[in-house]
């Protein structure tokens, strides 16, 4: 089950910024840390940010996040053709005791 | 390189139980968490549970009276049985290593319950 709101959908032209909400509570956002996964159609998915912010080797610098409070952000600067797909937060939830993920965003470039 | 690789029945019958393998290379699964995740044919992530290195577990509450997954180190592999499946349990399973976030997943097995 997802426990943590996002868009359905955001899109952009290529080079455009887009950006990508999560919202979440208390114990899920609110006290841990946020990791965004990027899934293109037919594969797994694989890790854009982990720990709010922080962008994995080899991840290109136009995606960064952010968080807070309860929300947490992700944002693609300079789009490209490659960046369509579907993204998903994800944090530990102290009440569920599990994880929780966003319902998901898909990106659409225009 | 760690490589996760997920195996398994592709069809399930109702009410029966669904098993399945992740062998990893390239690493040992004696560190770092090991999750099972799921994903419906057109839908999100649903978290199942994980498994440390000590062998300890933790569920999804949703699913935890049916799920149970485990470690065999010498095979450098996880399981994961989920029993008494129903459609609802038709899914894309994936197998992840955790480190704080999910940096490593498998390609994904698609496993159907039907009769």
């Known amino acids: 089950q997802s426990m943590e709101t996002q868009p359905p959908s955001a899109s952009g032209t290529p080079g455009q910024r887009v950006t990508i909400s999560c919202s979440g509570s208390?114990?899920?956002?609110?006290?841990?840390?946020v990791n965004w996964y990027q899934q293109l159609p037919g594969t797994a998915p694989k890790v854009v940010i982990h720990?709010?912010?922080q962008r994995p080797s080899g991840v290109p610098d136009r995606f960064s996040g952010s968080k807070s409070g309860t929300s947490a952000s992700l944002a693609i600067s300079g789009l490209q053709s490659e960046d369509e797909a579907d993204y998903f937060c994800?944090?530990?939830?102290?009440?569920?005791?599990?994880?929780?993920f966003g319902a998901g965003s898909k990106v659409t470039v225009l | 390189q760690v490589q996760l690789q997920e195996s398994g029945p592709g069809l399930v019958k109702p009410s029966e139980t669904l098993s399945l393998m992740c062998t990893v290379s390239?690493?040992?699964?004696?560190?770092?968490?090991w999750s099972w995740i799921r994903q419906p044919p057109g839908k999100g992530l649903e978290w199942i549970g994980y498994?440390?290195?000590?062998?300890?577990?933790k569920y999804n509450p949703s699913l935890k009276s049916r799920v149970t997954i485990s470690l065999d180190t010498s095979k450098n592999q996880i399981s994961l049985k989920l029993n008494s499946v129903t459609a609802a349990d038709t899914a894309v399973y994936y197998c992840?290593?955790?480190?704080?976030?999910?940096?490593?997943w498998g390609q994904g097995t698609l496993a159907t319950v039907s009769s």
């Open positions: 994800a944090a530990w939830d102290d009440s569920l005791n599990g994880y929780v």
């Open positions: 992840a290593r955790d480190s704080g976030s999910f940096d490593y």
């Open positions: 498994i440390y290195h000590s062998g300890s577990t």
């Open positions: 390239g690493g040992s699964v004696s560190s770092y968490y």
């Open positions: 720990s709010n912010n």
């Open positions: 208390s114990s899920n956002i609110g006290s841990n840390i």
